[in-house]
């Protein structure tokens, strides 16, 4: 074979022939060179700005949500709406709304990411937005009553209406509370009986242990006693008890008498009332009645007067008087014989 440099003009088509193989790789490259290496290169960076605005946004809420939830640590507890609000039931309360902003922050962040990445690989995102926005009014008419809900949960949980351990009335049940969710709600009654309750269909909630109790007794005494010696020995007796080391944090004030009840020929019936913890109130009342039984024994303080029976006419109340001894027999008369000397 001839080399190039021997075969004339060989040598002027090798390189044409180069210049256009050169020529169309050049081309090909430009055309799908930003294919192949820059927009992996940009997907790689949002994934990544993504995950890391991610992590921030998390730990940001993390120390926020510590931060509020450190807040009642020290001591018992502070007022919070004119409520006690103690420093476990804050934690459960900020742990819940801690997790619900940070899904929502992970939705968000991923989302927008996730579009921005079918935006670079040339997606065509309004049909994808039409039929998602069609789909997510479908999805809201169908589970209306889901949404509803998972809003009525997030503003129970926010507005702290209840938590763990709180006695409450819901309406449709009664109870403890043992589980409060976006969704539902566990309550356990006094039978043991567990209530699944949907936070929608909640639209009135009592809470028994919020702000503070009263615990409310009827004393009855004697018609003939003292009532203002009763009433003295009734406040003394409750603080006393509100000074007990066992009792001073259910008792949080004074007792106070507020009032007769009912009168009878027999018994006088006293209202009590003492303001106690919430759902301390069943003990203390208990504990109050032990004590006032205490303190009217002491006192001589009777519970009701002596009945007594009227005699009935013509009848003979004196005790019957004993029978009488029984006499000897007196013999029969015999024939009449001499007389005695």
């Known amino acids: 074979m001839f080399a190039p440099g021997f075969v004339p003009g060989l040598s002027e088509v090798v390189l044409a022939a180069d210049d256009q193989q050169n020529g169309k790789v050049s081309s090909w490259f430009d055309k799908h060179g930003e294919t192949l290496v820059v927009t992996p290169i940009r997907i790689l960076v949002i994934v990544l700005v993504a995950l890391i605005l991610r992590a921030i946004t ?7 949500i510590s931060r509020m939830a450190n807040d009642g640590a020290n001591g018992s507890g502070r007022p919070v709406t004119g409520f006690l609000l103690n420093a476990e ?3 459960q309360r900020a742990e819940t709304v801690g997790s619900v902003m940070r899904s929502m922050a992970s939705f968000v962040i991923l989302g ?33 009553n889901l949404v509803t809900d998972f809003l009525s949960g997030m503003f129970m949980i926010l507005e702290d209406q209840y938590g763990v351990g709180d006695l409450v009335d819901a309406g449709p049940a009664s109870g403890t ?3 409060v969710g976006l969704r539902i709600t566990k309550l356990r009654d006094t039978d043991g009986t567990v209530w699944y309750i949907r936070n929608g269909e909640i639209k009135r909630i009592g809470n028994h242990s919020q702000g503070w109790g009263t615990a409310k007794i009827d ?4 018609y003939r006693e003292d009532v203002d010696k009763v009433r003295e020995l009734i406040v003394d007796t409750t603080e006393a008890l509100a000074d007990a080391d066992r009792w001073s944090e259910a008792v ?9 009840e009912s009168v009878t020929p027999e018994a006088v019936v006293l209202r009590v009332q003492v303001k106690t ?7 203390v009342g208990r504990e109050l009645r032990a004590r006032l039984k205490h303190a009217f024994d002491d006192a001589g303080v009777r519970l009701t007067e002596p009945v007594v029976v009227p005699a009935s006419a013509g009848s003979d109340t004196s005790p019957a008087a004993p029978a009488p001894e029984p006499t000897p027999p007196v013999p029969p008369a015999g024939p009449a014989g001499p007389a005695a000397p």
């Open 112 to 144: 927008i990411a996730t579009l921005l990445v079918l935006s670079e690989l040339n997606v065509n995102l309004a049909p994808l937005l039409a039929s998602a926005g069609i789909a997510g009014v479908a999805i809201g008419f169908g589970a209306r």
């Open 219 to 222: 004393v009855q005494v004697g």
């Open 58 to 64: 998390r730990k940001a809420i993390t120390q926020l």
């Open 252 to 260: 949080w004030g004074p007792g106070e008498v507020i009032g007769m």
């Open 89 to 91: 039931r804050r934690r």
């Open 177 to 179: 509370v043992i589980e």
């Open 277 to 283: 913890m919430p759902g301390q109130e069943n003990a």
